[in-house]
């Protein structure tokens, strides 16, 4: 296994890192095996989110003795100083541990980043936080573009979260950027949301691209820990036979894949499409339709109250069908038993 520093934080962590939102479907007793096969296989990053539902505490529970060989990474939806203070309290009890080496805030869009820098804004936990030895660093996670770029531009983050794989590449520049001002960069998301079939082939792909801090797919067994772990030490070259795959894979999903980019807003009636499409992704691809249709549920407006004005598709830089892709994406989300 290859390790790199984390940005300036002085951690070092493996390129190979654990996505913890799978853990949503498997018990206590796969954890551990998976933790445990995480350290077999010198994986020494674990990355986990107070939204997983049961994640933290399933990992609180598996590390236990051994929580000191990792970089502990987890994050918050909160938006203000008392949400995010309450929440690295919960996550701090959930991941039996008095400290937490990464925290971070968790894929604000550009108005509510701005709520959590103002005055009484979720920074302030934080910085709270790190000063009483709660919380080692500060990071950001995001979807789009314009949350990323402006969070290279923010003296306070340490670490950027950010979607790239094979068809997620509109971060490239960015993520250089990440290397240039040594901001530790996380990809997220390396099978696209579970397009990708190969683990190998993903994982290969962004450890390919040196600006790459670590790369964080989501496992829930052993197995997936020991195919990645594998792919990660693999330092040849992609062969001739892998990029012609990624190009095939790159032709078939190309017409039909939500980047995530946000491009396609304001739309008129105020849908959030790329949320639309990543719990649509969540539900044929995760085996997490329970969880899938209950964010879809937090949504204030759903899919179906689309009134087919096109405004979306005319900026959608992928020329995406949004309004036929989100009608099938509600009925898919609707169609789950509650
Ligand atoms: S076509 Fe539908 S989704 Fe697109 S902007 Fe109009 S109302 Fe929103
Ligand atoms: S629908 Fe198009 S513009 Fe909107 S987020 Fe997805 S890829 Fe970007």
Same mark, same amino acid.
């Given at each position: 296994?290859?390790?790199?520093?984390?940005?300036?934080?002085?951690?070092?962590?493996?390129?190979? =890192?654990?996505?913890?939102?799978?853990?949503?479907?498997?018990?206590?007793?796969?954890?551990?095996?998976?933790?445990?096969?995480?350290?077999?296989?010198?994986?020494?990053?674990?990355?986990?989110?107070?939204?997983?539902?049961?994640?933290?505490?399933?990992?609180?529970?598996?590390?236990?003795?051994?929580?000191?060989?990792?970089?502990?990474?987890?994050?918050? @939806?909160?938006?203000?100083?008392?949400? @995010?203070?309450?929440?690295?309290?919960?996550?701090?009890?959930?991941?039996?541990?008095?400290?937490?080496?990464?925290?971070? /805030?968790?894929?604000?869009?550009?108005?509510?980043?701005?709520?959590?820098?103002?005055?009484?804004?979720?920074?302030?936990?934080?910085?709270?936080?790190?000063?009483?030895?709660?919380?080692?660093?500060?990071?950001?996670?995001?979807?789009?573009?314009?949350?990323?770029?402006?969070?290279?531009?923010?003296?306070?983050?340490?670490?950027? @979260?950010?979607?790239?794989?094979?068809?997620?590449?509109? =971060?490239?520049?960015?993520?250089?950027?990440?290397?240039?001002?040594?901001?530790?960069?996380?990809?997220?998301?390396?099978?696209?949301?579970?397009?990708?079939?190969?683990?190998?082939?993903?994982?290969?792909?962004?450890?390919?691209?040196?600006? /790459?801090? /670590?790369?964080?797919?989501?496992?829930?067994?052993?197995?997936?820990?020991?195919?990645?772990?594998?792919?990660?030490?693999?330092?040849?070259?992609?062969?001739?036979?892998?990029?012609?795959?990624?190009?095939?894979?790159?032709?078939?999903? =190309?017409?039909?894949?939500?980047?995530?980019?946000?491009?396609?807003?304001?739309?008129?009636?105020?849908?959030?499409?790329?949320?639309?499409?990543?719990?649509?992704?969540?539900?044929?691809? %995760?085996?997490?339709?329970?969880?899938?249709?209950?964010?879809?549920?937090?949504?204030?407006?759903?899919?179906?109250?689309? /009134?087919?004005?096109?405004?979306?598709?005319?900026?959608?830089? %992928?020329?995406?069908?949004?309004?036929? @892709?989100?009608?099938?994406?509600?009925?898919?989300?609707?169609?789950?038993?509650?």
């Amino acid at each position: 296994m290859e390790y790199r520093e984390l940005g300036k934080t002085g951690l070092k962590v493996s390129r190979l =890192g654990f996505g913890g939102l799978p853990l949503q479907r498997v018990d206590e007793e796969e954890t551990k095996k998976i933790v445990k096969s995480l350290l077999e296989n010198g994986v020494n990053f674990i990355d986990t989110a107070r939204g997983y539902t049961v994640s933290e505490g399933l990992l609180g529970e598996a590390l236990e003795g051994v929580r000191d060989r990792f970089v502990l990474a987890t994050k918050s @939806m909160a938006r203000t100083k008392e949400e @995010m203070a309450r929440d690295i309290g919960i996550s701090l009890g959930n991941l039996r541990t008095d400290y937490i080496d990464l925290y971070q /805030v968790h894929n604000p869009n550009m108005e509510q980043l701005e709520t959590v820098i103002a005055p009484g804004g979720a920074l302030e936990a934080l910085f709270e936080a790190r000063e009483a030895g709660k919380i080692g660093h500060i990071g950001i996670t995001a979807h789009s573009p314009e949350v990323f770029k402006k969070a290279l531009e923010l003296p306070w983050v340490e670490t950027i @979260m950010f979607p790239y794989n094979v068809v997620e590449n509109q =971060g490239e520049e960015f993520i250089r950027a990440c290397q240039e001002k040594k901001i530790g960069f996380i990809a997220m998301k390396p099978m696209a949301g579970g397009n990708i079939e190969s683990g190998s082939l993903a994982v290969r792909f962004i450890l390919d691209n040196p600006a /790459v801090t /670590v790369a964080i797919p989501g496992m829930a067994a052993v197995s997936e820990v020991e195919e990645n772990a594998a792919a990660a030490g693999d330092h040849s070259p992609l062969t001739d036979e892998e990029k012609a795959q990624i190009q095939k894979i790159r032709q078939e999903l =190309g017409s039909q894949f939500c980047r995530r980019c946000n491009y396609c807003a304001p739309c008129t009636v105020g849908i959030s499409i790329p949320n639309v499409f990543l719990f649509a992704g969540y539900l044929r691809r %995760y085996d997490l339709a329970g969880w899938a249709r209950s964010r879809y549920d937090s949504q204030a407006v759903k899919a179906d109250a689309c /009134v087919e004005c096109g405004e979306c598709e005319s900026r959608c830089p %992928y020329q995406l069908p949004i309004r036929e @892709m989100l009608k099938k994406a509600h009925e898919e989300l609707m169609a789950v038993k509650k």
